[in-house]
């Protein structure tokens, strides 16, 4: 009777007792277990429509470099990517690997980059002495449905950006700005939605909230780091996008027999190929909602046009106004929990997810990285395992339908679907439960 007590107790302690450290022998074993597990499911047939589009790339990247590549194809997806389908590409062509092999060495990047993302959750545990909490939670990450379909099985990327952007806020944490810099600029060159959590930005500048004890010295060293922050951005945008770069339609408009007016015009040009991509890509599927189980499915948007009016105002505007509200929310936060690293990450869950819910044009992938914000979160208040748990159920149904009825050759949810509705319904409530969280964060406490 005591050695069952006894190992009651140790199974407790080894849960609940967050200060007390992973052994190694623990760590590389649950390690390799994990990976494992993610190679075997990494064997399951992707998406073909994505799939077949990424092994194009790849191989011609390959074959031909970047010069050319987005005027030949029309490639939706920013430069960053690009690159390591091109490495992808390079070891397919040299080892000859037949299309199932080459498809399974593309979805690689984003299963270690969601293996980083789960040693990022351990790390960011340690930190705040709850190293064993962390190494559960990095494990249930590696292992959530919702993480690998998307990359595993699906075949896409969207964990890329979400890891740079955790690390993003990890290197705020220990005081590393510029590090953080460059996380958040490879990031939006991966993928520009990344630029959602651009309001994360205030933290740069969180030392010139304590009004109480601001000086001059503080106030130039923020100037000093802006101007390093904006070189250190503009260096990364400038590497990543050079060898893929083109003239467009701006520059042949702007362009002129003066060298002066001419070099204006390219620089300018320059620094709107980015932007320009990414609007032109929008535009390929304008709808209230595209296969993505949000507020718009519940609302008759799949797939309407995001121009059509929708009680007095269009979808795209009411989705515009109901954002905004978001970003607002979720700047007072961070405003007022400005020393709080648990705000930093349960804001940039909540700015993704409600990205996803009210914005138009939204694809079913997109809410995935909300997933790893809020793994994040449980370090801090175990109860929002409750709501990581139907975030991670609703993530999972949207890629399992999308991707189960393409074996179908139906690309396109019906409106009103039945299986979309009652998952749409949980996000909202998911993104309800955030907005009210927050709400009640922000408000002053109830004097007794």
Not at 163 to 184: C, D, E, P, Q
Request: charged share 15%; glycine share 4%; aromatic share 18%.
């Amino acid at each position: 009777m005591d050695n069952v007590n006894t190992m009651s107790t140790n199974k407790k302690s080894w849960f609940f007792e967050d200060g007390k450290p992973v052994s190694r022998n623990m760590f590389i074993i649950t390690g390799t277990v994990v990976i494992l597990i993610r190679l075997l499911l990494t064997t399951i047939p992707s998406y073909q429509v994505d799939m077949g589009g990424y092994r194009a790339w790849s191989l011609y990247l390959a074959e031909n470099g970047p010069v050319g590549f987005y005027e030949r194809y029309h490639v939706v997806y920013a430069p960053a990517y690009m690159y390591l389908l091109w490495i992808t590409g390079i070891i397919a062509k040299a080892f000859s690997v037949n299309a199932s092999t080459h498809a399974f060495l593309i979805k690689l990047w984003a299963v270690a980059s969601e293996l980083v993302g789960a040693y990022l959750i351990y790390k960011i545990g340690k930190k705040y002495k709850k190293e064993r909490l962390g190494f559960i939670l990095g494990v249930v990450y590696a292992l959530n449905p919702g993480v690998f379909f998307n990359s595993s099985i699906w075949g896409q990327f969207d964990s890329i950006p979400a890891t740079l952007l955790v690390g993003m806020i990890y290197a705020f944490s220990v005081n590393r700005k510029m590090t953080a810099v460059v996380l958040y600029a490879i990031a939006v060159l991966t993928k520009p939605q990344s630029a959602l959590l651009t309001p994360l930005g205030i933290l740069f500048y969180k030392e010139l909230f304590d009004f109480s004890n601001i000086t001059k010295e503080k106030i130039v060293k923020s100037i000093k780091e802006t101007l390093v922050a904006i070189c250190v951005g503009l260096s990364c945008y400038f590497i990543v996008i050079y060898p893929f770069y083109y003239h467009t339609d701006l520059y042949e408009r702007m362009k002129s027999t003066s060298v002066v007016k001419d070099f204006i015009a390219e620089s300018i040009d320059y620094f709107w190929w980015m932007p320009n991509l990414y609007l032109t890509s929008v535009e390929d599927y304008p709808y209230a909602t595209a296969n993505a189980f949000n507020l718009w499915t519940l609302l008759g948007g799949q797939p309407v046009k995001d121009s059509n009016i929708f009680f007095i105002l269009s979808y795209k505007t009411w989705g515009t106004i109901l954002f905004l509200i978001c970003i607002g929310i979720a700047f007072a936060y961070l405003l007022k929990k400005r020393k709080s690293d648990f705000a930093m990450y349960f804001a940039s869950f909540f700015i993704l997810s409600s990205a996803f819910t009210f914005i138009t044009r939204m694809h079913e992938r997109y809410l995935l990285p909300a997933i790893i914000f809020l793994t994040i979160c449980v370090l801090w208040e175990k109860w929002m395992a409750i709501p990581l748990t139907v975030l991670s159920v609703c993530v999972t149904a949207n890629h399992w339908y999308i991707y189960d009825l393409s074996w179908k050759d139906v690309f396109w949810l019906r409106n009103y679907d039945p299986v979309a509705m009652p998952f749409a319904f949980l996000t909202v409530l998911v993104v309800l439960f955030g907005a009210g969280f927050i709400i009640k964060q922000i408000l002053p406490a109830k004097k007794n």
